[in-house]
């Protein structure tokens, strides 16, 4: 299997990875020796990190860096679960609560290519840093604005934070493990992510109903929504406080030519997984590889910031000079399947919590069944009767449901894919999906519903894990990253459109909503075809 992180699906999770960095490095090397009375045999970077070993340290901070994915898959889809309570307080309609919730993915659109400039110029942990500090002062500013406009450029802010973390926190965990522990590391990583999509729905349910207001006057309002918004910057603080404590990754110092640090921290991750011995780390002295060479040319004799910079964006501009014209076919029939899953992916996620929100409301005044579109054109109609209305927690108990759905299926998709045919498996995920989104609009209540939508996210979300596999087939390792850095970015404009066109649909007409979500994953099922034949198991 690639060293490249591919056990990736759902919201913005991806890593955009510096080209190369996860990769092992060949063996045009220069070398360092080890300490030893009588041995004095070469040493390479690769087998320096070998002896410093996979233990105690790299298992701690997978938890801490799992936490980091934890905060971006909560603040990702925060904004779903408040629009149904903030619609007073904000006079929202549904195009409003879509735009509303488009914001957090247009900030990633905005971050994504300067997060990955940026970690290559100032290292990953940086990256991480600053990630998780202004999310946190993003959104402790957002849960105290009062005017939706600033809410909205507030929300823009946090997807363009969160960008950064969820680019890098995989390049950063995986740039301290070995080659043969890393794939598996970073699966667990991906947990993590499932874990937080839980947390914020449990969160919601227990904190929105309750319709507390800590202060309410004529200019200034904190109530339940808000409580839960202010909540929310814990995880990314935590984050914060967290990674501080570790270093930049060895490997990223070794490119960047500090070798004396990036000894050091090999140095302290074999005490830390060695903590009962007695013998030192045994490797004296190591140089930089000469496939890291390019990467430190830029930064020799100080040359500015800026310059820098721009000799990244040179580097960028090539690639993709490059990707479409040796690589058209394939990166368009790429960025048509990831645009076409991302906008049904996503608008189903986000915009569970107001469907069934509405269902609720339907059952309070109703007692048959119904489907999502019948309870959702009456809650339209009628629920204005009803003002006292509050926001129901099995609405949130539905997006928590929904959004666990994706977790044994990545798990199974992770074994099986080294097996069987990948582009059998992304005619399942993109063709079944199809099939329930059209059921929804027959179902005769909420939980038909509920299972439909499970099964339509379960499946769609393994497309993405399955499509990052097969760009390291599409695509050269010298295209490669940029590939990836298009392919999600194309991604999140799908997102984007899911999110908003469906606000607008959903009021006009429920049903053209859902059979649309299904002409999107029918449209990225026929691009399918169009795709190479690819190897079973990335052999």
């Not at 076919?329 to 986000?350: D, G, K, P």
Request: proline share 4%; hydrophobic share 50%.
């Amino acid at each position: 299997m690639s060293n490249h992180s591919h056990h990736v699906d759902g919201v913005g999770r991806f890593s955009m990875l510096a080209q190369g960095a996860l990769d092992e490095v060949p063996s045009d090397i220069t070398v360092g020796v080890r300490i030893s009375e009588n041995d004095e045999s070469p040493v390479t970077f690769e087998e320096a990190q070998d002896e410093s070993g996979t233990g105690t340290y790299q298992i701690v901070l997978l938890v801490v860096c799992g936490l980091v994915n934890m905060s971006c898959a909560i603040s990702t889809t925060a904004v779903s679960f408040i629009s149904p309570a903030a619609e007073i307080d904000f006079d929202l309609n549904s195009t409003t609560k879509g735009i509303l919730n488009g914001a957090p993915f247009l900030g990633m659109v905005l971050g994504a290519y300067f997060w990955g400039v940026f970690g290559d110029l100032k290292g990953r942990r940086l990256v991480i840093l600053g990630s998780m500090g202004m999310d946190t002062f993003f959104t402790i500013l957002s849960s105290l604005v009062q005017h939706v406009e600033l809410f909205f450029i507030l929300r823009v802010g946090n997807g363009f934070a969160i960008i950064g973390a969820t680019c890098m926190v995989y390049v950063y965990l995986g740039e301290f493990l070995t080659p043969s522990k890393r794939d598996s590391y970073l699966l667990f990583l991906e947990l993590f992510w499932a874990l937080g999509m839980l947390i914020g729905p449990a969160l919601a349910m227990v904190i929105i109903p309750s319709n507390m207001v800590l202060i309410s006057t004529e200019y200034f309002k904190f109530n339940a929504w808000r409580i839960f918004i202010l909540l929310t910057s814990i995880p990314s603080s935590i984050s914060f406080i967290l990674i501080y404590q570790y270093p930049d990754t060895p490997r990223f110092l070794m490119f960047r030519g500090y070798i004396i640090k990036s000894r050091e921290v090999l140095e302290q991750i074999y005490l830390v997984n060695n903590k009962f011995t007695t013998v030192p780390y045994p490797v004296q002295v190591f140089t930089q590889t000469h496939s890291a060479v390019w990467f430190d040319t830029g930064f020799i004799g100080g040359i500015p910031f800026m310059i820098n910079v721009k000799k990244r964006i040179t580097v960028l501009k090539n690639g993709h000079l490059t990707l479409l014209s040796k690589y058209f076919r394939n990166i368009i029939v790429a960025c048509i399947i990831e645009f076409c899953i991302m906008a049904s992916y996503i608008t189903i996620l986000v915009w569970v919590p107001e469907l069934f929100s509405r269902y609720s409301n339907y059952k309070l005044q109703n007692s048959d069944g119904v489907n999502l579109c019948t309870a959702s054109e009456w809650h339209l109609k009628y629920d204005k009767l009803y003002a006292a209305h509050a926001v129901s927690g099995n609405a949130y108990f539905a997006a928590s449901v929904v959004a666990s759905s994706t977790i044994p299926l990545v798990l199974i998709t992770g074994i099986i894919i080294k097996y069987v045919d990948k582009k059998k498996l992304l005619f399942m995920t993109c063709g079944i999906p199809a099939i329930f989104a059209s059921l929804v609009t027959i179902t005769h209540d909420d939980l038909q519903a509920e299972l439909l939508c499970c099964l339509f996210e379960g499946l769609t979300s393994l497309t993405e894990p399955i499509i990052f596999c097969t760009i390291v087939e599409l695509f050269p390792s010298n295209v490669r990253g940029v590939a990836f850095s298009m392919i999600v970015m194309i991604g999140r404009l799908g997102a984007i459109f899911g999110i908003v066109v469906f606000g607008i649909l959903i009021d006009k007409s429920c049903y053209m909503t859902f059979y649309g979500l299904a002409l999107l994953v029918l449209i990225a099922f026929i691009a399918v075809s169009f795709l190479p034949k690819l190897k079973i198991g990335g052999h």
